[in-house]
């Protein structure tokens, strides 16, 4: 259920970005299942990389480059699944300790910050 893809960014939550598209297309390409997945991401970086929309809700948001975090939720879905598929235990594993990952990203000022 598409109701239950919650992602955050830095506290705001967002929706319809193209972190959900690509997961929801991992997924349906995976063979796990049909529908759409659940999951709950928080992702924190600085401001500068990029803008929530003026939109009452604050819930449509922008980042100046989105390749980072596609590469980075490509990867850890990625790698989620093959594990998944390795232990046989399907999609219903606790997986909160296991997913925090960290990509170095450049801010406009030209400090590296971390996600």
Not at 43 to 52: E, G
Not at 59 to 87: M, Y
Not at 97 to 115: F, M, V
Request: overall charge neutral; hydrophobic content about 35%.
């Amino acid at each position: 259920n598409k109701d239950i893809q919650l992602l955050y960014v830095n506290r705001h939550l967002v929706k319809n970005t193209p972190i959900h598209k690509t997961i929801n297309n991992l997924y349906s390409q995976s063979g796990q299942g049909e529908g759409f997945p659940v999951f709950l991401l928080k992702v924190r970086c600085p401001t500068s990389l990029y803008d929530i929309t003026l939109l009452p809700n604050k819930s449509k948001v922008e980042f100046w480059d989105w390749d980072p975090l596609l590469a980075l939720a490509t990867h850890t879905i990625q790698d989620l699944f093959k594990e998944l598929s390795i232990s046989g235990s399907g999609m219903c594993m606790n997986r909160a300790s296991a997913l925090p990952s960290t990509l170095p990203i450049q801010d406009t000022q030209g400090k590296r910050e971390e996600e």
